[in-house]
DNA sequence: GTCTATAACTGGATAGAC
DNA sequence: GTCTATCCAGTTATAGAC
């Protein structure tokens, strides 16, 4: 059942993750540098194994500092996780404002539902493609957290729900016969699309038998917003009297 | 930075998942009873927590069952993963395959792309809405596991591909002029979308301040065929000269 | 088939030396 | 600020009684 013999959800680490004793990085600590690798590499194994597939000896092996020094920096694990997911939340968000910014000062009828996507899309499928490996780690973690039930959902609302009323809010005005609900629910089919994207999890490689790849930024980028735009218009579109 | 206290990552079972000592169950065990117990059990907590957040102890706790006998039955832990996963993947792609037996019988020109989509949402969306606990668990499980880098994807393409590409051909057949990149890219938001419906997160009913309900199959069933076979139609369209 | 007991180990966290 | 040493609760897994 198993088809590669080496078990995923150990807690071993792999040949490319592991740190030998003599450390990958120049052994940059210092002060504030600790604390950045201690985050740069949390980030990078919360996003590859899930909170729970990481301990913090991993995380500072990884970083190339003692363990205890992300006690020290972060008080307990969980400190680090959400230090984590906090950090690249802001700049995410407030480029997502600033192209929305830029379409609330356009006429109403120059604003079409794809350049609305786009402004929410386009900040993360950048960072995600030119962004480092940092953010590309960090856009994976979001995505898995975006898909965990019981904590996942209040997760996002907390980080991410304020730009996201700001997106529906733009669209209502771009399609001002469409229901409240119908936006809702367009907005989560696009959220799921945009997160298994950055995910990815190789799998459109291989369904695919290699003619896509899933680090393709501009076949992602050419694509979703047209395709969720057409969602919303599509879904919107009719008169829907019943509607729970 | 925490809003709930609690956190959400510990080991600890909640209220409402835990078991007293004074087992929920009727004590159903006996051989084939005891088996079943403990994948019910272990489909509802990899479901809710993630492979590592689970452990066997838990699993033989709400199952009612001595630990021990996780081993006895499926060897490791990850066995029992295995088990679970294998379980109910079978039955949700052999109705798949019925009704797009049932597409392909018919001429290309009566089905639609919504047909298409239908026939691969509906038989998953049906039984995460009236199949019962067992299936809700499980397709959130697989909901998790679709958004997870490294083994997610792989697992995922041993399970489930073969009816994917079904999909991908009689979508070709309504769509003749379609790129088979365009219709990868497609299937791909198609599998995001679902996936994070299936998720059931709740944060579609704290975005939406309760107008829509994560769990609100009609509102789905309506909407999801109709939102994603608008996609296909608007990425496919035109004709696209350059792509990888 | 089931459960008790325990082996063998790893987890988060901390005290205290440097 | 950093690291060594360590605590001890909790982990998977198994041997062997019943």
Chains 1, 2 share one sequence.
Not at 115 to 128: K, N, T
Not at 201 to 224: E, F
Request: proline share 6%; aromatic share 8%; with cysteine.
């Amino acid at each position: 059942m198993d088809a590669s013999g080496q078990s995923p959800y150990s807690h071993r680490m792999d040949a490319t993750t592991s740190t030998r004793k003599l450390g990958r990085r120049p052994k940059a600590v210092g002060g504030e540098a600790a604390r950045e690798a201690i985050l740069d590499a949390a980030e990078r194994l919360f996003a590859a194994r899930g909170f729970n597939g990481v301990t913090v000896r991993h995380i500072g092996e990884a970083a190339g500092v003692d363990p205890a020094l992300a006690h020290y920096y972060f008080a307990t694990k969980r400190g680090v996780f959400d230090a984590v997911f906090l950090r690249r939340a802001p700049p995410l968000n407030a480029e997502r404002e600033r192209l929305l910014d830029e379409l609330e000062a356009r006429p109403a009828d120059e604003v079409t539902p794809a350049d609305v996507i786009a402004a929410f899309v386009e900040p993360a499928l950048e960072r995600w493609a030119h962004g480092g490996p940092g953010w590309k780690a960090y856009l994976a973690l979001v995505a898995q957290v975006n898909n965990t039930p019981e904590w996942g959902g209040e997760t996002m609302t907390r980080y991410f729900d304020p730009v996201v009323h700001r997106v529906i809010a733009l669209m209502r005005r771009c399609l001002p016969d469409a229901h409240d609900v119908d936006l809702y629910w367009c907005y989560h089919f696009l959220s799921g699309a945009l997160t298994l994207t950055l995910a990815e999890t190789g799998r459109i490689d291989r369904l695919s038998g290699g003619a896509c790849a899933s680090s393709d930024y501009p076949a992602v980028s050419t694509r979703l917003p047209e395709a969720m735009a057409a969602a919303f218009v599509a879904v919107t579109a009719r008169g829907r009297a019943s509607d729970r």
